[in-house]
């Protein structure tokens, strides 16, 4: 959901920025690193669902505040992709799989799936019971519609495999079925972009229909400012029975970091989505705050925009990359809250090979040889994209300057707000910027597809990297079987973007939630969501 939280989700903020208590274990290359389908059969939702509750009743009711950086623009999930609003849909609708803390592959709508052995016949049997938030049954015609309007709209988180049809066998039954195997695709039909939705939006328009957006989902709209705040109520008709137990949760908006922190010690919210790595232990050890972390789908990234003359150069990118030291820019910053990057992929993802990926590490002599060998041997002047408002971005910015000036590249840093600073890199109006990519699901072609097609909707994550040989890998690593031929695929996709470095992986940092110690129940997950159906309010 990509986070610009700073981050894109799926990569931005995404995002993302980009969780898990328990994360999962990733090795290097071979069966190791084959992700868990499941062959065909899933947990129940049930458990997933229940990961945060106590075993004592909880306590209903009550307004849960949540402090975020952004406001909420648009409830579209096939035209969205930052987290800002992907992390407000997943509240209000839901797909037919979804995703755990640990980034497994539960059933969801569906209460079974089965694949078939040749991989292109996907069934799916919804829940008995399941209702729209405003009364009306769920049928697979209402999955049908929302998954061919999603196919026909394409938009940032657009379903990637060849579909040849989406049908209703009966009420209860929908048959996906593919022209080519798409290994991804169960894994992808978990992103939020895949929720269904009423058929027909319910009979009014799409414009009336996303300003009052009726799904499956625990909450529904109640109040919504798309420049300020957003307020939810309960969903009467939520499948979970007695769930959301809390009545109303509240979006609230706060844009800078001092402030949502000063506001959640004070009280006045009930968490804070962006905790800064620095004041994770001061909120940690407060006396009536807690941090909630889980490993995270994220990794921080310093990007070239490709188009710029400078960074078109190669040796250019690698200069810089050697000229960072990223263990110790980690170690500053992070507090002990992440894992230096080697790769793209974060270890919680599969495939990818960090511990076999040959990394341009921090060598000062041989970021100057580098730099010689560019069509700028004598340096320049450059301009560093960063979005305000977020303290660890900026400390980053100086260290990454820094880095520059040691071997003649002087880098100017542009901090403009949020707003701004996603205009921009849509525009491509940038030379370099940091940013978060962010899988959306447990799998390497989340972020791998997202940063590295030119013909993507994000044209690898808005640098225009273009590297043929990338691009075959990366649609072979789609079709391929999960198993030890996907692993040297994408093992070797990884090593050569390491070695061209459209972009640098800077570290993987845990997701971290500062939240009031009364709170209970909170479910973080890898994409840096929060389901909040278990949510309790303590006095």
């Given at each position: 959901?990509?986070?610009?939280?700073?981050?894109?989700?799926?990569?931005?903020?995404?995002?993302?920025?980009?969780?898990?208590?328990?994360?999962?274990?990733?090795?290097?290359?071979?069966?190791?690193?084959?992700?868990?389908?499941?062959?065909?059969?899933?947990?129940?939702?049930?458990?997933?669902?229940?990961?945060?509750?106590?075993?004592?009743?909880?306590?209903?009711?009550?307004?849960?505040?949540?402090?975020?950086?952004?406001?909420?623009?648009?409830?579209?999930?096939?035209?969205?992709?930052?987290?800002?609003?992907?992390?407000?849909?997943?509240?209000?609708?839901?797909?037919?799989?979804?995703?755990?803390?640990?980034?497994?592959?539960?059933?969801?709508?569906?209460?079974?799936?089965?694949?078939?052995?040749?991989?292109?016949?996907?069934?799916?049997?919804?829940?008995?019971?399941?209702?729209?938030?405003?009364?009306?049954?769920?049928?697979?015609?209402?999955?049908?519609?929302?998954?061919?309007?999603?196919?026909?709209?394409?938009?940032?988180?657009?379903?990637?495999?060849?579909?040849?049809?989406?049908?209703?066998?009966?009420?209860?039954?929908?048959?996906?079925?593919?022209?080519?195997?798409?290994?991804?695709?169960?894994?992808?039909?978990?992103?939020?972009?895949?929720?269904?939705?009423?058929?027909?939006?319910?009979?009014?328009?799409?414009?009336?229909?996303?300003?009052?957006?009726?799904?499956?989902?625990?909450?529904?709209?109640?109040?919504?400012?798309?420049?300020?705040?957003?307020?939810?109520?309960?969903?009467?008709?939520?499948?979970?029975?007695?769930?959301?137990?809390?009545?109303?949760?509240?979006?609230?908006?706060?844009?800078?970091?001092?402030?949502?922190?000063?506001?959640?010690?004070?009280?006045?919210?009930?968490?804070?989505?962006?905790?800064?790595?620095?004041?994770?232990?001061?909120?940690?050890?407060?006396?009536?705050?807690?941090?909630v972390t889980n490993g995270s789908w994220v990794t921080e990234q310093l990007f070239f925009n490709t188009l710029d003359e400078h960074f078109?150069?190669?040796?250019?990118?690698?200069?810089?990359?050697?000229?960072?030291?990223?263990?110790?820019?980690?170690?500053?910053?992070?507090?002990?809250?992440?894992?230096?990057?080697?790769?793209?992929?974060?270890?919680?993802?599969?495939?990818?090979?960090?511990?076999?990926?040959?990394?341009?590490?921090?060598?000062?002599?041989?970021?100057?040889?580098?730099?010689?060998?560019?069509?700028?041997?004598?340096?320049?002047?450059?301009?560093?994209?960063?979005?305000?408002?977020?303290?660890?971005?900026?400390?980053?910015?100086?260290?990454?300057?820094?880095?520059?000036?040691?071997?003649?590249?002087?880098?100017?840093?542009?901090?403009?707000?949020?707003?701004?600073?996603?205009?921009?890199?849509?525009?491509?109006?940038?030379?370099?910027?940091?940013?978060?990519?962010?899988?959306?699901?447990?799998?390497?072609?989340?972020?791998?597809?997202?940063?590295?097609?030119?013909?993507?909707?994000?044209?690898?994550?808005?640098?225009?990297?273009?590297?043929?040989?990338?691009?075959?890998?990366?649609?072979?690593?789609?079709?391929?079987?999960?198993?030890?031929?996907?692993?040297?695929?994408?093992?070797?996709?990884?090593?050569?973007?390491?070695?061209?470095?459209?972009?640098?992986?800077?570290?993987?940092?845990?997701?971290?939630?500062?939240?009031?110690?009364?709170?209970?129940?909170?479910?973080?997950?890898?994409?840096?969501?929060?389901?909040?159906?278990?949510?309790?309010?303590?006095?």
């Amino acid at each position: 959901m990509s986070q610009v939280n700073g981050s894109l989700r799926r990569a931005i903020w995404i995002g993302t920025l980009s969780v898990l208590l328990l994360v999962l274990s990733a090795g290097c290359s071979g069966a190791k690193n084959a992700p868990d389908q499941n062959n065909g059969v899933s947990q129940s939702a049930n458990q997933a669902a229940n990961e945060g509750a106590n075993k004592e009743e909880p306590a209903a009711g009550g307004t849960f505040v949540y402090g975020r950086p952004a406001s909420v623009t648009s409830f579209d999930l096939h035209n969205q992709i930052t987290a800002n609003n992907a992390f407000a849909i997943d509240k209000v609708f839901e797909s037919l799989v979804a995703f755990d803390s640990k980034g497994k592959i539960v059933d969801w709508l569906a209460k079974s799936h089965s694949i078939s052995e040749d991989g292109l016949t996907y069934t799916f049997e919804l829940r008995d019971g399941l209702k729209f938030s405003n009364g009306t049954d769920v049928t697979a015609e209402d999955a049908v519609f929302s998954l061919n309007r999603h196919l026909k709209v394409g938009g940032p988180l657009a379903i990637a495999a060849k579909v040849d049809s989406v049908k209703a066998k009966d009420n209860k039954t929908l048959v996906i079925t593919l022209k080519e195997p798409y290994t991804p695709f169960l894994s992808e039909l978990s992103n939020f972009s895949n929720g269904i939705l009423p058929n027909n939006f319910g009979g009014v328009s799409e414009e009336e229909f996303f300003k009052k957006p009726v799904g499956t989902g625990p909450f529904v709209v109640e109040k919504w400012d798309p420049a300020g705040d957003l307020t939810f109520s309960k969903n009467p008709n939520y499948w979970q029975t007695g769930k959301p137990f809390i009545d109303k949760l509240v979006y609230k908006l706060i844009e800078d970091d001092s402030q949502a922190i000063n506001q959640l010690k004070a009280g006045e919210v009930n968490a804070i989505e962006s905790l800064a790595l620095q004041n994770a232990n001061e909120i940690k050890n407060g006396a009536e705050t807690k941090v909630v972390t889980n490993g995270s789908w994220v990794t921080e990234q310093l990007f070239f925009n490709t188009l710029d003359e400078h960074f078109a150069d190669v040796h250019v990118r690698r200069a810089l990359a050697l000229a960072l030291d990223r263990e110790g820019l980690t170690k500053a910053l992070t507090f002990g809250y992440a894992q230096t990057a080697n790769s793209l992929l974060p270890t919680t993802i599969p495939y990818n090979a960090n511990d076999t990926i040959k990394a341009l590490n921090f060598d000062v002599t041989a970021a100057k040889e580098e730099l010689a060998k560019s069509k700028f041997p004598n340096g320049f002047t450059t301009k560093l994209l960063v979005a305000s408002g977020n303290s660890t971005r900026a400390q980053e910015a100086q260290i990454i300057q820094a880095a520059g000036q040691a071997i003649g590249i002087k880098i100017e840093i542009e901090s403009v707000e949020l707003a701004t600073f996603r205009e921009r890199f849509f525009a491509y109006d940038f030379s370099a910027m940091l940013n978060s990519g962010q899988a959306d699901s447990p799998e390497a072609n989340s972020i791998i597809a997202f940063q590295t097609d030119p013909n993507g909707f994000s044209k690898s994550y808005w640098t225009h990297y273009t590297n043929d040989d990338v691009t075959k890998l990366l649609y072979e690593g789609q079709k391929t079987p999960d198993g030890n031929e996907r692993a040297k695929i994408y093992s070797t996709l990884l090593q050569t973007l390491a070695d061209e470095v459209p972009y640098i992986p800077l570290y993987y940092p845990e997701i971290l939630k500062g939240i009031r110690s009364s709170v209970d129940g909170i479910v973080v997950l890898p994409n840096g969501s929060i389901r909040f159906e278990d949510v309790r309010i303590g006095k």
